[in-house]
């Protein structure tokens, strides 16, 4: 299985500023097809998940563009430029190339 | 707008079995690859099984293989979580998502196991 491992665990971060999670895979995400299928999860707690990032660098609709996706091969990073106090949760990162599907073990960004 | 109930969730004796289901509307259900998702109470996000848009392709985790599956009714926009010999560490809630890339979810049903 793939293993996708996120740095860090949690962050404090104050209002403003930017924050960085890291995650890494123990195999690459690129697929036959040439594209890279890796997502960015956040959830807060009595909400269901919600995803922000796909392939990597593709944001959803309605995501504000504070968040931004980077990385290639087994190397991949989620950044707010700016946190706001709307951003607190839990973020995941989740690998769609590889059989089974897996999930870092989230990282909690909390507000300073 | 593409919306996602879950249903079917509840208390459950070790051992027993449940059907959860994910009522789907808002896109072209039976053209998606839908999946379920879990997540036990103070863990992260499990991803547990998906299902091509005929159906004829399924995916489990090992954590569930043989016990837990999954099915859909194009007519009915449903999709089904049949789960058998359920034990303590299937407690979760219960999400269901639409496509490969997990695109939209459902609010999720909680399922605990427990005598």
């Known amino acids: 299985d793939v293993v996708m491992t996120q740095s860090p665990f949690s962050l404090s971060v104050t209002l403003g500023q930017p924050a960085s999670i890291s995650c890494r895979s123990s195999q690459s995400l690129l697929y036959i097809d040439g594209f890279t299928y890796l997502n960015w999860f956040q959830w807060r707690p009595g909400q269901s998940p919600r995803r922000l990032i796909y392939q990597v660098s593709k944001r959803d609709s309605g995501v504000p563009d504070r968040f931004s996706g980077s990385g290639s091969g087994t190397d991949f990073t989620l950044k707010i430029s700016r946190v706001e106090a709307e951003d607190v949760g839990i973020y995941y990162c989740m690998q769609g190339t590889h059989w089974p599907r897996t999930f870092g073990q989230g990282t909690k960004v909390e507000i300073k | 707008e593409v919306q996602l109930v879950e249903s079917g969730g509840g208390l459950v004796q070790p051992g027993g079995s449940l059907r959860l289901s994910c009522a789907a509307s808002g896109f072209i259900f039976s053209t998606h690859a839908m999946n379920w998702v879990r997540q036990a109470p103070g863990k992260g996000l499990e991803w547990v099984s998906s299902?091509?848009?005929?159906?004829?392709?399924?995916y489990y985790a090992d954590s569930v293989k043989g016990r837990f599956t999954i099915s859909r009714d194009n007519f009915k926009n449903t999709l089904y979580l049949q789960m058998n010999s359920l034990r303590g560490e299937d407690t979760a809630v219960y999400y269901c998502?639409?496509?490969?890339?997990?695109?939209?979810w459902g609010q999720g049903t909680l399922v605990t196991v427990s005598s």
């Open positions: 299902i091509s848009p005929t159906g004829d392709d399924t």
């Open positions: 998502a639409n496509r490969w890339n997990f695109d939209s």
